[in-house]
Nanobody, 126 residues
Framework: VQLQASGGGLVQAGDSLRLSCAAS????????VGWIRQAPGKEREFVGA????????YYADSVKGRFTISRDNAENTVYLQMNSLKPEDTDNYYCAAHNSPWTSGWATRHTLYAYWGQGTQVTVSS
């Protein structure tokens, strides 16, 4: 199983980026996918998640209204559209996937996530 995040880069405050999480080696349409960000020495934060059917999404309060998560099961890819970026969004962004049965912590319980990808760095300058 591989999850590969891409699309990061260096942008200015107010700019937009779209991150992609491409999956292989699993029945992607059965998996919930989360986006997590973490920099060295900082706490991990789940910024968004989408369930297998795209009928449920989750957003951290810090990104609500600015970030949108979507998925294309035909392309085995989940996207994170990030608008109105702020310097505090600077971080390493990872995607992770799980297919655990629904639970109230389906989006943010890190122990549910069976597969984790390598991150893509997002840097927002002021």
């Amino acid at each position: 199983v591989q999850l590969q995040a891409s699309g990061g880069g260096l942008v200015q405050a107010g700019d937009s980026l779209r991150l992609s999480c491409a999956a292989s080696g699993l029945t992607f349409s059965s998996y919930n996918v989360g986006w997590i960000r973490q920099a060295p020495g900082k706490e991990r934060e789940f910024v968004g998640a989408i369930n297998w059917s795209a009928s449920m999404t989750y957003y951290a309060d810090s990104v609500k209204g600015r970030f949108t998560i979507s998925r294309d099961n035909a392309e085995n890819t989940v996207y994170l559209q990030m608008n109105s970026l702020k310097p505090e969004d600077t971080d390493n962004y990872y995607c992770a996937a799980h297919n655990s049965p629904w639970t109230s912590g389906w989006a943010t319980r890190h122990t549910l996530y069976a597969y984790w990808g390598q991150g893509t760095q997002v840097t927002v300058s002021s």
